[in-house]
């Protein structure tokens, strides 16, 4: 009888696990998650949504977001305030794509147990307390694209097993206290486009292998203790290239460089970093700065590592046969909920089904775009209110799916007109004949909370400025999962446009044009800044030359004013990628982390260079002509002189004044809206 009952129990359990393979899955994250919450935030004082009795893929835990299988995939809580450690726990989340922890305070080491996270893209750390030595494990991250741990306290030398991680695009290891030499396995790195070694104590000379690196854009290694022949190839890096207070370097090509003496040629000889030896030369320079020297065998082993090998491998295949069976459960289940929900669509001949108009831009998107919270989402459905007598104005911004599809021929692949990570915008032509641009984003860009989104919509559809693009109304559909935000179309194209022109292949603005531009760039972002959310000034986060428009008259229009605030920090994030590889990131940010009128007056300080050079990149050397007023060294060659040189010297001071390194410095926008006014010839 006993054998029996216990029989039945075991087959109850079975039929469970087959019948809720979710369930599981949840229990095992959300305990993680919970054990995470200790370790993070020992006091409690900033994730107290993360509860026993939540749901984390509900949307109730804060920055934590999840895939269309109930798996969390993201945590996003950077500049949350966070004073704690992260726990090895972290490799309980075995589906996380991206984790974003940086600009907190957290101490203590990086744990080994996170080379368990196979499917991590995204790592942020940065700008946290963090000490000892980077986990070689984490080379076993194969999926890894970004590896940001700057402005910390680590110590040691760098891994040569980073070399594994081949699909790293970003390093970024400055601002720490690591010692020895670079690793020239670091040249094996293809996907590498960025590498950040500076502000060490590294030693020795920079690999050969690093300057052929196909991909690579930026290498800065300044402020350190290398020395040696600088390879000639870094030339093509240009100011990627960015070597200043190592005394020892010396190259032939590179301005700043000495030339290099018999002893620099001498010390060629010498294997490079990390290299192997040649014939019976000595070195220098160890394999590590902080491993023992090579072992006379052509392999090391370490007996107590091969036991704990095979102990892991019997392990393995224990766990591989156990997430197998709970795999195909997984799969079947998820596969019925897929057919059934499928069902639900009556997909009209001629018409992209949901999935098909989201692939149209999201087949280079970010890890993020496969989220989906798992609540529904109207956030205007059953009559919800946003601060009362606002219902009625938002009613009258409202327009229905059918409108949206119809103008834009069910979001035909012919109307497209860009995309990005988190967005797709389409032209379209509304029913009374106006040409409108219709942004479609995604649920899962959107935050979560609708209370949050509606307080996001609220600002857009009161934004009113001639210099700002119109918001002509929105549709939010849940059986679509997405928001769509209808604009005024704007004809003329983007500030991009007309920047880097050929003469004779594109339209090139005469002078009074720009000055004009820069006039009502100005007067936008004054605007966006006068506007009080929160009693915060609204900040634009991501001003560019894409995001100015212009429209017949050649009125500049900013575009997406406002918009970071319906978006999720990781979609925010995201854009920031891009804005700071087009330089016009305040460098403030990167020890602060935050927005603020002043990062916005930098990018305007960029956008005026831009302006007046007719380039997309501003060099140090065209800074340094603004600043002693040599106009043919830094304007626009294509005006052929015709400018006047009282307006160009007052832009530029202005540019050199809002692009200033110190925030303190940088005057408010309302100051250079009214200094552009007090000069007539500036009108």
Same mark, same amino acid.
């Given at each position: ?28 994250? =959300?305990?993680?998650?919970? @054990?995470?919450? %200790? ?69 203590? $080491? +990086? ?34 694209? #970004? ?14 097993? =980073? ?5 790293? %695009? ?69 100011? &990627? ?49 902080? #491993? ?18 095979? %102990?892991?491998? #019997?392990?393995? *295949?224990?766990?591989? +046969? ?24 009556? !997909? ?19 890890? =993020? /775009? %496969? ?10 459905? @059953? ?5 009362? @007598? ?13 409108? *949206? ?53 609220? +600002? ?12 002509? &109304? ?15 179309? #704007? ?9 880097? /022109? ?14 004009? !531009? /820069?006039?009502? !760039?100005?007067?936008? !972002? ?21 995001? *100015? ?38 460098? $403030?940010?990167?020890?602060? &982390? ?6 916005? /007056? ?42 006047? $040189? ?36 500036? =009108?």
């Amino acid at each position: 009888m006993a054998c029996s009952v216990h029989l039945l129990l075991l087959l109850t359990s079975l039929l469970a696990l087959f019948f809720n393979p979710t369930c599981v899955y949840g229990n095992d994250e =959300l305990r993680t998650l919970l @054990d995470l919450k %200790s370790s993070l935030d020992p006091e409690g004082h900033f994730l107290s949504s993360w509860t026993i009795d939540g749901t984390p893929c509900g949307g109730s835990f804060e920055g934590v977001a999840c895939n269309e299988k109930g798996q969390v995939a993201n945590v996003s809580l950077q500049g949350k305030g966070l004073s704690g450690k992260l726990s090895p726990a972290i490799a309980g989340l075995k589906h996380l794509t991206g984790l974003y922890l940086h600009y907190n305070s957290l101490y203590g $080491e +990086i744990p080994r147990e996170l080379a368990n996270l196979t499917e991590l893209s995204d790592l942020y750390l940065n700008v946290n307390h963090l000490s000892g030595e980077i986990p070689p494990e984490i080379g076993m991250m194969e999926s890894l694209q #970004v590896l940001q741990l700057c402005y910390n306290q680590l110590t040691g030398s760098i891994p040569t097993q =980073l070399s594994d991680l081949k699909k790293l %695009s970003v390093l970024a290891l400055q601002s720490n206290q690591f010692a020895g030499a670079i690793p020239a396995s670091l040249g094996d790195l293809g996907m590498l486009m960025r590498l950040d070694l500076s502000s060490n104590n590294l030693f020795g000379s920079i690999p050969t292998k690093l300057a052929d690196l196909p991909l690579l854009q930026v290498l800065d290694v300044h402020n350190n203790t290398l020395s040696g022949n600088v390879p000639p190839a870094l030339k093509r890096l240009e100011e &990627g290239f960015v070597f200043e207070h190592n005394v020892g370097l010396c190259g032939v090509g590179f301005s700043s460089l000495k030339a290099c003496t018999a002893s620099d040629h001498a010390n060629l000889t010498r294997p490079e970093p990390y290299g192997a030896g040649v014939g019976g030369l000595s070195r220098d320079i160890p394999e590590t700065a902080n #491993v023992k020297l090579p072992c006379n065998t052509t392999q090391c082993r370490n007996p107590s590592r091969s036991k704990q090998a095979a %102990s892991i491998t #019997v392990g393995i *295949v224990l766990v591989t +046969i156990a997430v197998s069976a709970i795999g195909i459960f997984t799969f079947t289940m998820y596969r019925r909920r897929k057919q059934k929900l499928g069902s639900t669509f009556d !997909i009209s001949e001629g018409r992209l089904s949901t999935d098909q108009a989201k692939s149209i831009y999201r087949k280079n998107g970010s890890p =993020l /775009v %496969s989220l989906e919270y798992s609540n529904g989402w109207d956030p205007l459905a @059953d009559g919800k209110n946003v601060n009362g @007598d606002r219902q009625d104005m938002f009613q009258s911004f409202r327009f229905n799916l059918e409108e *949206v599809e119809s103008a834009t021929q069910y979001f035909s692949e012919l109307n497209l007109l860009g995309k990005s990570n988190f967005s797709a915008t389409y032209k379209g032509v509304l029913r009374d004949g106006s040409v409108v641009a219709v942004k479609s984003i995604s649920k899962t860009s959107c935050k979560s909370d609708e209370a949050e989104f509606l307080k996001g919509l609220n +600002i857009l559809t009161s934004l009113r400025n001639e210099n700002l693009v119109r918001l002509r &109304g929105f549709c939010c559909s849940r059986g679509r999962g997405e928001c769509f935000l209808v604009y005024d179309f #704007v004809s003329n194209g983007n500030l991009s446009c007309y920047l880097d /022109v050929k003469e004779g292949d594109g339209e090139v603005l005469e002078w009074s044009t720009r000055v004009s !531009i /820069v006039k009502g !760039i100005a007067k936008g !972002i004054a605007y966006l800044h006068a506007y009080k959310a929160k009693k915060q000034a609204l900040v634009h986060q991501n001003i560019s030359a894409e995001k *100015v428009l212009i429209d017949q008259r050649y009125n500049p229009l900013l575009s997406d004013s406002g918009l970071y605030k319906l978006l999720t920090n990781d979609i925010v994030f995201s854009a920031l990628k891009g804005s700071a590889a087009k330089g016009y990131l305040a460098p $403030e940010y990167t020890t602060t &982390g935050r927005f603020t009128e002043k990062s916005d /007056v930098y990018a305007f300080g960029v956008l005026l260079f831009q302006i007046l050079t007719g380039k997309q990149k501003i060099t140090s050397a065209m800074r340094l002509a603004a600043e002693s007023f040599k106009f043919p060294e830094f304007i626009d060659p294509n005006l052929h002189g015709k400018f006047f $040189e009282y307006e160009a010297a007052k832009l530029a001071r202005m540019a050199l004044l809002c692009s200033h390194e110190s925030p303190f410095e940088r005057p408010s926008m309302e100051a250079i809206v009214q200094e552009l006014g007090n000069c007539s010839s500036c =009108l």
